[in-house]
């Protein structure tokens, strides 16, 4: 790490006296209508009036700015065209030998007299883009974006794979953080899959993937961060959108979502509210061999067998309003929540045997039933201070958060032998299990420009995050009900984590750098009420990022960048409280747990701006993963527990294709190869678990005459190692059919997802003592029609106002 930090100090000094090394100029501008209304989306071109050529074109963006960087000295002039507007031809202008920008300043254009009715523009963007620090997935208007849910979503993005539990694995490495519009949840992993779940893939804009992100994001999240994009329009006057989705897979799914904008030249008022309605199916086997310590061999046989029937009731709602006070400041605030419920009905059947005869010691029918109901709100003010129209501004984002979650579980198992006679009495369990979680945050982001194209980036986050549980237990005892000690426990945790950030942005002709470097200081407590325990932990660490990009020819880029990582255990996890599955396995927190830290590497290659070979390497110390085991007071009851277990190294290579075969045949294909290595302590020896793993994913999108289009895609896994669990292999292929009618305002689909039933998971884990195969069978394969409409024209979706706190929600 020392060395690491005298490169980073070294490229900071060398960027410094940057004047000299500056190629040529920028050349920027902003095109507006009559009415001094931005224009996005709008083709530029510069033309090199020496030559007589085309320089570049390029296009305005969500304000209105387009920008051209770079240019050598010459005359030139701009066009601009638009397909409702009439053409610009600007007035010629020079470029010395003296690196200066060039500000062309607003540009009017009027609208075409000869206009016949509306006019629908649509520019349509890659469905991957390959940005400095990130790649970005473009969703809206693509075939992701089918109606289904944003989990489903998540799962056809290339890089990303999501387990049956909903936690996102990205490139084989486990440890993503999720965040939606640039702030994290702060929510358990459960609650944030219900949210997802309930979240429509047509509410969705695009899909921000940073393996490794700069120092302006947040240290947490060895793999990386997933941002999710929500559309937020920008279309002036009135304008909006409804959609309506419903089908069948084990049970019946329905939704529907109305998003509302009005916008002004001084203000602008959002809200979206949908509803999501899911019955699922889940059928699991699980057999367990419990071992002899001793002599390895199995003493027990543990059969299992159950259904899980959750019924997912959930609203989510967003509404805000931006203000433009003057050109130079803006203030504005958001309210985002949710509230649903996740009852579940989980009877399950479980046949204890002895292992050497293999006679059945007993068969145990539990029904496990679950109520859960939550709500959450988040508070948002904002504000932006435009110091010129370079990029020179100031954000401040103030956030509060709430969440409350309840459920109320019943447990019930009776005991029989083969014949069906009882042969124990009935068990039961009830548990009280409420979650109450509140944060505080503070964000401040600065950025500053220079004339010679270095750019300066700093910023400060505060959080102060709170979580309380006061779980609660009775166990059935001669008939009545008595509270359990044992497995009672009130804890609260608090954390607070104050950060800051340096970025440095430099563009030497072909040659753009980026270095940053974050401090993250942590201190936590926790206290377990019911034993009058407390521990704290205080820690300080630096996070340098380092990105590189090298342009040899117009066709041909090279990036390299280098990130340092931590891993903080989830608020859950820390939690020492037990939550029963079934009277003979449970799932506890760790409140010993520690960060992991992890260094990541990546080189990649861009041909034509479009085609991208990615290398990478990765490696982690104290990585957190689950382990099993059996209770000490109960060898028959297996328990499932996170711990900091060992290192991990990550390797693999990525090849990302998009192509287009024919005029009405587009595709991307992504390919990733990795190497998983866990080195992990068992007893006095080290086991080392590793694995190959290939992963494929594919869309092919097929437009038809009539405004027709098919979609076909799929992906698959060749199975992976995470810590001491082998995962087999698994795929799926889904399929869609759109119409687009009543002026490409109306949508129907029709989509059908994991055709042939191979979104399922097997698995195996060996640890300690305890031998397990699973099979998991979800509900994954489904049939769903959605219809969207919108009004008021056209919606862009850009603009999205992002606020301080998403990464806190992932934890809680």
Known sequence: MKLLFSIFIFIIIASLPVAKAQTGSHIFGKVVNEKHETLSYTTVTLHN???????????????????????????????????????????????????????????????????????????????????????????????????????????????????TDGTVTLKGKSGTTIMINGKLTYLSADQLTNLLRSTSSLDVTKVEVMTNPSAKYEAAGESGIVNIVLKKGLKQGFNGSIGLNGGMGRGAQMGGSINLNYRTSKTNYFATYNQYYQNLENRQELTRYLMNNGTQQAEYISEQRNIEKPKLRSNNFRIGADFTLDSKNIIGFLING????????????????????????????????????????LYNLNYVHKFDEDGHQLTVDLDHVYHYSKMDQSLQTTYTDDMQNPTRPLSARIGDIPSKNSAYVAKVDYTLPFRNGLKFEAGYKGSIVRTENDLRYDTLQNGIYLPDHKTSNHFIYQENIQAAYLNLNKEWGKLTTQVGLRGEYTDTKGEQITTDETFTKKYFDLFPSLFVTYTIADQHRVQANYSRRIERPSFWDMNPFRVYTDPFSYYEGNSKLDPSFSNSFELGYTLLGKYMVTTNYSHAKD?????????????????????????????????????????????TYFANFYYNRYEL????????????????????????????????????????????????????????????????????????????????RRYETMYTDIRTFGKINRDSRSVLLTFSYRFGGNISSSNNRSTGSEDIKNRL
């Open 338 to 377: 949710g509230f649903g419920k996740y009852p579940k009905y989980e009877p399950t059947e479980n046949d204890f045997r002895n292992a050497t005869d293999h006679s059945l010691l007993w068969r145990a029918h539990t029904i496990n039933e679950g109520r859960e109901r939550w709500e959450d709100l």
């Open 49 to 163: 009036m020496d030559s007589g050529t085309v320089t570049i074109a390029t296009i305005t963006d969500s304000t209105g700015t387009f920008a051209f960087k770079n240019i050598i000295a010459g005359n030139y002039n701009i066009s601009i065209k638009s397909l409702s507007h009439q053409e610009h031809i600007g007035a010629p202008f020079q470029i010395s030998l003296s690196a200066s920008n060039h500000n062309i300043g607003l540009i009017q254009l009027l609208s075409k007299s000869n206009a016949i009715g509306e006019v629908v523009i649509q520019q349509k963007k890659p469905l991957i883009e390959q940005h400095v620090d990130k790649m970005v997935v473009n969703v809206e208007n693509s075939g992701l974006s089918d109606g289904s849910s944003s989990l489903d979503l998540l799962n056809k993005i290339p890089g990303l794979s999501v387990s």
């Open 681 to 760: 302590p068992m007893g006095e020896a080290i086991s080392i678990r590793s694995g190959n793993t290939l992963a494929i994913n594919g869309q092919n999108t097929f437009s038809l005459p009539k405004s027709w289009k098919l979609e076909l895609g799929g992906n698959y896994t060749s199975g992976m190692t995470v810590g001491v669990h082998e995962i087999k292999s698994y795929g799926l292929i889904y399929t869609g059919i759109q119409k687009n009618f009543l002026n490409e305002k109306a949508m129907l689909k029709l989509v059908i997802n994991d055709i042939l039933k191979t979104n399922q």
């Open 623 to 667: 990585v957190v993963n689950e382990i099993v085991g059996r209770d000490l007071l109960a060898s028959n009851t297996v328990f499932e527990r996170p711990v900091n277990l060992g290192t991990y190294t990550n390797m693999g290579v990525s090849l990302t294709v998009p192509t287009q075969f024919t005029r009405w045949w587009n595709a």
